[in-house]
């Protein structure tokens, strides 16, 4: 037996009937128990139906389709660790659409709402770029206007006070009348701090130009089978010993020391820096005339393979211009001199070396005698070498010139 859908049973050979129609089984009937109404849907309303079922609901998405320029911008924002959370989770939204990521999806993944993920898509859309930004918000009007602004700004680069030698923030902000907070902002605004200074010295080298191009060539392009060697002395370093022990570093607390202490005595360190490999080459002498720098010179002779050129840059120290020591440099035709410009020991990276051997090893030691000091340094020295890398020398000659140029340009017409 055949029936409907309605469970009604429809005898072989004839059809579903109603109100003498005929229903076949894609019919749909219709009644209202309360008023007694019967109606049906006929099977061309119920095809429609489905079609519409089939259709997309809800309001239509605006498509997102991203030039390449664009698009890299984007996923720079996205991958960003200085921009704002909120700033790199609107460009990852937005890429995310771009592929066509309904905003559902987008919200789960994000953690937002479908309505945030929807209106951030319809401001790129309407804005570009500049709609995933925030929109100032309303607030209070300014009491504070530009014109104050630029006149604490020009005082403080202009004027000094009578009882100092540079503003603070209390005696500049009584002098404008406003508060030491909108000082501090406006300080930090524009980069500005007068209770700091930066030394510097120029240097009065007649060949200044043609040295540093010399020494930077040496550091971007060294020659071929030839070792480059930045050679100095770090002189009168103090065996130093606290007068009573340190207290040792704790949770809460930093380490202690006294600030007295006993001098035992104090060395000369030269050294010798291969910019190739980083590897360091030194020695301890008890002073530094020009016969201790003929030692370490025979020092460095006698480690360095007779096969190679050897290229010095050294400062203008007079110990390293001694008649001896031209003679003997005269007699050593594979050594080849570079002097640094007077004033510019920066351009020598054993300077750099220098550095390091006193913050980690000789600044907050404690040597009960030179030669503990000594043992310690070529400690240093040994453990340095095991894992010593080159610095990267990155500036050319006309970065450097360049930069000079702008200093000299900001200290012309300045009060000396």
Known sequence: MKR??????IPEGESCTYRGETLCEDCYLVSCPMNNLHNYIPCGMLLLKREEKLMARGRPIPPIDLAPRLREQL???ARSRSLSHGLVRRAKIILMAAEGTTNKAIS???GLSAASVGMWRKRFVAQGLMGLYDEARPGGPRSISDEQIAQLIQKTLRTKPHDGTHWTCRSIAKETELSKSTVQRAWRAFGMQPHRQKHFKLST??????KVRDIVGLYLNPPDKAMVLSVDEKSQVQALDRTQPLLPLGLGYVEGVTHDYKRHGTTTLFAALDIATGHVLTQCKSQHRHQEFLQFLRHIDAHVPESFDIHLIIDNYTTHKHAKVRRWLAAHPRYHVHYTPTYASWLNQVEIWFNIITQREIRRGTFRSVRDL??????FVDQYNKDSKPFIWTATADSILAKIERLCKGIAGTVH
């Open 108 to 110: 789960q993944e994000i």
């Open 4 to 9: 409907n859908r309605y469970g009604r049973e």
């Open 205 to 210: 080298d007649p060949f200044f130009v043609e």
């Open 374 to 379: 000594i043992e310690k340094i070529q400690r």
């Open 75 to 77: 996923q720079s924002m």
